[in-house]
């Protein structure tokens, strides 16, 4: 199995925007990118519009040369039903179902989504709590999940590729996994590696609580103990401060006892993580 991270935020968007390529099957799960409207108070830095500019670039690339598009659910860093619309066309589409375990907001996104798209993919299925099959690679997808803590954000779906000898989990927005339901689906399917968004501790105290983070770290330690894991990959709202490796620090250290690597996206890469949005302040000169 081939697996290419193409935008994250430890690359320097939002984004958790994935290829994974088998045998039998070219995938690309969240075809989106965006950036933090404010951020410290400050609008997005040049520096970092034109990183995401070259990140969509590469997503179209992608996305173009694959048979399958994920859409976890209806936020713009995981979708963009705006531009470049022809990567949906000829695909099999799997979609977070765009009525059921939905808020407002995403109902209404996912509504002009699939009317922008109406007529371009080969497929829509609505992919909640399914399996489908493409010859002998399997792409499982959790039951709707919590954005979160609660369903205040909307729910998202857990993507799972079995090539049949190897497993990748991206689990998109759990902000943690500090809920078990977000969790069993990681612990249930044994992945070889899985792509985590992290606890959402660069709001710690205000949208985010400090029990969360804890659960988040304990569930963290449970996959590392229960999964065959060769690395134990953390991203998205986690990397949008610069100190996410001492949130999680009890995880790390757990995961070196163990031998697993607890470690972000770039890292994973071999690259040192470029974290713009963090770093926006510093962008344009201000302490």
Not at 86 to 115: C, T, W
Not at 235 to 248: G, P, Q
Request: with cysteine; net charge positive; charged share 30%.
């Amino acid at each position: 199995m081939k697996i290419i991270p193409i935008s994250f935020d430890s690359m320097g968007t939002r984004s958790m925007a994935t290829y994974v390529e088998t045998k039998d099957v070219k995938i690309f799960i969240d075809p989106g990118v965006s950036l933090a409207p404010s951020r410290y108070g400050l609008p997005p830095h040049k520096v970092e519009i034109e990183k995401m500019n070259r990140d969509w670039e590469e997503i179209v690339k992608y996305a173009l040369r694959s048979d399958v598009l994920v859409v976890s659910h209806y936020h713009y860093d995981h979708h963009d039903p705006n531009s470049d619309l022809e990567i949906y066309d000829g695909k099999v589409l799997l979609i977070k179902h765009p009525k059921e375990n939905i808020n407002l907001s995403q109902k209404q996104r996912a509504a002009y989504f699939l009317e922008q798209i109406r007529n371009r993919p080969k497929k829509i299925e609505f992919a909640d709590n399914k399996e489908f099959s493409f010859g002998n690679t399997l792409i499982r997808f959790s039951k709707a999940v919590f954005h979160g803590t609660n369903p205040r954000l909307g729910y998202v779906i857990e993507t799972m590729v079995d090539d049949g000898s190897y497993r990748f989990i991206h689990t998109s927005d759990v902000e943690g996994p500090s809920i078990e339901d977000q969790v069993e689906f990681i612990l249930n399917n044994k992945p070889n590696l899985v792509f985590i968004d992290g606890p959402l501790s660069y709001m710690l105290g205000f949208r985010y609580s400090r029990r969360s983070l804890e659960e988040s770290v304990e569930n963290l330690m449970r996959i590392i103990d229960e999964c065959p894991l060769e690395s134990l990959v953390i991203d998205h709202h986690l990397l949008r401060e610069l100190v996410w490796r001492e949130r999680i620090k009890k995880a790390v250290n757990y995961g070196a006892k163990k031998g697993i690597k607890v470690i972000s996206v770039a890292e994973y890469l071999g690259k040192k993580p470029n974290l713009l949005e963090a770093r926006r302040k510093e962008l344009y000169g201000k302490k």
